[in-house]
């Protein structure tokens, strides 16, 4: 079965764009997340998702960022415009459900590398 | 504040060796603890995950250990390959709502020939 598929896996852009980052999640996992992940740190979570809805957005810049999740399954996460700073990867996970045995088991997707020139 | 602080930052052995990484979180009320393996370019790979009433957990060469009393989690690596070369993440789970995910920021293992 495949895994959490993002795309693209890199992509760079000048200051001022738009980026879209897409995630198609494991077929049927409930739950999805956002992730931004900087160099040599942990994951951070920008968003959760449980089906299509936004159960934790508190970390998410909505000055800038913006994600939807259509129909519970896939999921967009939106930047406009890039700075700078936003310069990361951005990963994408999906679970079962946000509170199954074994609790909550997260799969990540291979990320999204965005470069801000 | 609800913390993970893991140690070392970074970690150079040589292949065969064993070594051991440390994990200490303030979360509460604590649900779970998981360790990931994130190879360079690559997402995050679980490894083990443990509750309040489990000590030990192992993965083949991986055994995680867990002190809830102490709140105080270990990963020890049996007879290293360079394939082990990653950064090894402790991720806390806090227990209620959502089980909020609380990340450290990873150990990053280095394994040389």
């Known amino acids: 079965e495949a895994g959490v598929v993002q795309s693209p896996r890199y992509k760079i852009i000048e200051k001022k764009q738009p980026v879209a980052f897409w995630c198609n999640p494991i077929?049927?996992?409930?739950?999805l997340y956002w992730y931004l992940q900087n160099l040599g740190q942990g994951p951070e979570l920008l968003i959760r998702y449980e089906n299509e809805e936004a159960v934790d957005d508190s970390q998410l810049p909505k000055d800038r960022f913006s994600a939807e999740r259509l129909k519970g399954v896939d999921s967009t996460l939106k930047i406009q415009p890039a700075e700078l700073g936003d310069s990361a990867v951005y990963l994408c996970a999906s679970s079962p459900t946000g509170q199954a045995t074994p609790p909550g088991e997260l799969f990540f997707g291979e990320g999204s590398r965005l470069t801000v020139l | 504040k609800n913390q993970v602080e893991q140690s070392p930052q970074s970690l150079i052995i040589l292949e065969g060796k064993n070594c051991t990484l440390q994990c200490n979180y303030t979360v509460s009320p604590f649900s779970n603890l998981r360790w990931y393996k994130q190879d360079t370019g690559r997402g995050p790979v679980s490894l083990t995950i443990?509750?309040?009433?489990?000590n030990t957990k192992s993965n083949g060469r991986y055994t995680a250990t867990l002190d809830a009393d102490t709140k105080q989690s270990s990963l020890h690596i049996t007879a290293s390959q360079l394939s082990d070369s990653a950064s090894y993440i402790c991720v806390v789970s806090a227990r209620g709502g959502y089980n909020k995910l609380i990340f450290g920021a990873g150990t990053r293992l280095a394994v040389h020939p």
């Open positions: 077929s049927g996992h409930n739950t």
């Open positions: 443990m509750t309040f009433s489990e």
